[in-house]
């Protein structure tokens, strides 16, 4: 696949790369780009800065692609053996690092860190040395290099040995997490993972909160950063472009549809995410039957618009979550529906041309993960949304630091709580609601993604290698 053999300027280091591939029927390729804020980075730079982005293929259709050396100009995907970059990616990465960061552990039974781990732990050390190699082999004397998130975290180090003369950064788009819950990884494990990050000269986070616990972890564990710079980056929503693709044909269509589901005159509370676990979507369901019980005069006149897309299949927990989000639906469906009124309208089939319908639509938009990096969600609904939207947003989002001020805000843990501010927020005046949505939207797209990108990109280039 395109390699620029030791010439790249700038390189991008992600488990999921920016193109994935099908093989079809007739055994053809079909690629699939995808969006987000390190493409948008990348466009920004322009097709002559260099840039390489270093990826895993995923899936069988990427490996094929692989194998036929049929990439895309500036892609180099790395053909990771399945079982490895399975170890790795759903048992290390998703199960343990994700799991740390977002605190999701249900801790009398878990984490149990067995020799089963200590040998998946060996394939994640594989998959991160093939990208420190894959890098080391691309980079030009002296580029630069931004490393991505928990996939990566020993990368780092190991290409600072590779190559000394690079400038390294890397950027979580995660939480971090504090120090008495990284404390529950092996000793020998949590330093291996903050020495690995210590590898970069520079170091990013989404929000202070997650620099500041992420600076902890070092001093409990490392002795302290070393000469390893940080910096916070908040990722914004991208205005230009939300704001024309939300009113393409394809979105028009489905607020049609839509509406006809909702009903005449009724009131929305949207919320759209993966379907996962650090999202909270199941105590959201119950905050939303909390208000119909509380509120029997929201009955017949609100509908719960959820969009749960479907997200890391592969483990047994994320699946169980999955069902009994539609569990649940079900049953508050079967409880309070009437022939003419669905109170919850679930889909779990990813439609981004219909979360932008469902954002333009919003009354009220419910974000309530118990701990999420940014949650773009809550930035993109106020910047789409045709009325003015209310938002109900996490103190544990990232978003919070930045939105807090004009969303209600709400422990995730508390549906009580939560289903009260549901209310506060369907019966906020008009007015009062296109206001703070003029202000969320402002605060939401302060740092559209292509100055993220370039931002660091700056602050990288000015620190000194420190080889
Ligand atoms: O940092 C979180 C993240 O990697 C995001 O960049 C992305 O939206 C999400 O997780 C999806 O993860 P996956 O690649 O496992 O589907």
Redesign the pocket.
Known sequence: MASSFGAAQVLVAS??GPVSYEVGEDGSLRARRGG?GLVSGLSAIGPEAGALWVCSALSDGDREAVRRGAGEDGVRMLDIPADVHADA?NGIA?SVLWFVHHMLYQTPLEPVFDAEFRRRWASYETYNRAFAEALAEEAAQGAAVLV????LTLVPGMLRELRPDLRIGHF???PWAPPEYFAMLPGDIAAQVLRGMLGADRLGFLTHRWADAFTACCERFTGGLGGTAVGVHGLGADADFLRARSHEADVEERITVLREEIGEGRRTIVRVD?TELSKNIVRGLLAYRQLLDDHPEWRERVVHVAFAYP??QDLAVYRDYTAEVQRLAEEINERYGTPGWRPVVLHVKDDFARSLAAYRLADVALVNPIRD?MNLVAKEVPVVSDGGCALVLSREAGAHEELGEDAITVNPYDVVETSRALHEALTMSGDERADRTKRLAAAATALPPARWFLDQLDALRGTTASG
């Open positions: 488990n999921r987000g990616y998703n991505q998130d928990y996939h979580s788009h995660t993966r997200s890391r990096g």
